[in-house]
């Protein structure tokens, strides 16, 4: 059966992504519900689940209200998170399988940004098109990673090392578009390293017209993004201190 995705920008620089099968959509980190609403309601899709990574307000503030509208929509979050994530229908744990709209998707722990942040691993598969996909919320970043609230370096190490091991196709889908950002003070760190740059003056060029640089992929990040370069949790920690203390000029 056909399936496809599609990235819907809300507020400053959230992502909402919406996976399609047929008839029916899949939602992941809803921030807010009145233009997903209009979206699938203008595609004639219905709503059959809502995938939640971690339980901060931008990313689970529109949910109820989707749920107003469809009901019957299962809502899958962590099973650890349960005070902070009070509407969700089915909890989940690291590697966890479930069947959504058809298709296997692996929970991955991926606790970092906050203490119980989850990824939803899409593999690839012959009847649907979409794999392999990762939905990572603001733990893998393109050209960067989540800031530390609630996790440490070796967290958040641990976390994209295990990310790491997925497929170099994987579709990356980070819940915002911080990436012109992120390059911009990579390539001010990393002035020699040419993938850098490249990649940094094509996303410039992409967010002039107006378009997102999202998807990423493993592999490009993997080429690109320091943090996922980081030997080791010392390193990763000082970059992300080096990273939140710095402002583009």
Known sequence: MHSALHALPVLQDNVIWIWICGGEAVVVDPAVAPPVQTWLEEQGLTLTAVLQTHHHADHIGGTPEL??????????AAASDRRRIPFQTISVADGDRLSVMGQDVHVIDVAAHTSH?????VPNSADHEIGPVLFCGDTLFAGGCGRLFEGTPSDMFQALARLALLPAATKVCCAHEYTENNLRWAAERCPQNADIQQRYQAVKSLRVRGELSLPSTIALEQQTNLFMQAATAE???SLRHHKDHWRAA
């Open 67 to 76: 749920l107003l509208r469809w009901p019957d929509a299962e809502v899958v």
């Open 117 to 121: 942040h989850i990824a939803f691993y």
């Open 235 to 237: 390193e990763l920690g």
